[in-house]
């Protein structure tokens, strides 16, 4: 519990350290809580993020239904989970651009698709081994999210 409020007090705090306890009591609670809410909220009625499909993808990206618990969800979230992140980095000794990029991974990554989406679209269809490269690179960023979440929640910083 007290890595919990540890969490909530250091808000503000870029360049302490935080150990593995801290980091998962603070964490993957609020990760939890954040699918909960754009996933299984809609289905309980609330209302949901969401756009047109009829729409193109440019104004799609920018016409995203966002209510207004979405945004206080994401806000309140979002700079606590940075700087926790970031005292993660210090305490493992890694560059803080690592806890940058798994921040903001959904809306580097919707770009990411974005761009591919747009190179792809003058290439042949019928060739299998573009479709692999193209689900390859796709999958790359996953892959280093997952692996530095593992590397953040498992592996032991250094003593204080």
Same mark, same amino acid.
């Given at each position: 519990?007290?890595?919990?409020?540890?969490?909530?007090?250091? $808000?503000?705090?870029?360049?302490?350290?935080?150990?593995? $306890? &801290?980091?998962?009591?603070?964490?993957?609670?609020?990760?939890?809580?954040?699918?909960? #809410?754009? $996933?299984? %909220?809609?289905?309980?009625?609330?209302? =949901?993020?969401?756009?047109?499909?009829? $729409?193109?993808?440019?104004?799609?990206?920018?016409?995203?239904?966002?209510?207004?618990?979405?945004?206080?969800?994401? #806000?309140?979230?979002? !700079?606590?989970?940075?700087?926790?992140?970031?005292?993660?980095?210090?305490?493992? =000794?890694?560059?803080?651009?690592?806890? #940058?990029? !798994?921040?903001?991974?959904?809306?580097?990554?919707?770009?990411?698709?974005?761009? !591919?989406?747009?190179? %792809?679209?003058?290439?042949?269809?019928?060739?299998?081994?573009?479709?692999?490269?193209?689900?390859?690179?796709?999958?790359?960023? !996953?892959?280093?999210?997952?692996?530095?979440?593992? #590397?953040?929640?498992?592996?032991? %910083?250094? &003593?204080?």
């Amino acid at each position: 519990m007290d890595a919990y409020i540890n969490f909530w007090k250091n $808000t503000f705090n870029f360049k302490g350290r935080s150990n593995r $306890t &801290e980091f998962n009591m603070g964490f993957w609670p609020h990760i939890l809580c954040i699918i909960l #809410v754009f $996933t299984i %909220g809609p289905m309980l009625g609330l209302p =949901k993020l969401g756009f047109n499909l009829k $729409t193109p993808l440019f104004e799609m990206l920018f016409d995203l239904n966002w209510q207004f618990y979405h945004l206080l969800i994401v #806000v309140v979230f979002l !700079i606590p989970l940075i700087s926790l992140m970031i005292r993660r980095c210090n305490d493992l =000794k890694i560059e803080g651009i690592h806890a #940058v990029l !798994i921040g903001f991974f959904p809306l580097f990554y919707m770009f990411y698709i974005l761009l !591919i989406a747009i190179m %792809g679209q003058g290439l042949p269809e019928d060739v299998i081994w573009v479709e692999i490269i193209f689900y390859v690179i796709l999958l790359l960023p !996953i892959i280093y999210f997952f692996y530095m979440l593992c #590397v953040f929640s498992f592996k032991k %910083g250094s &003593e204080y």
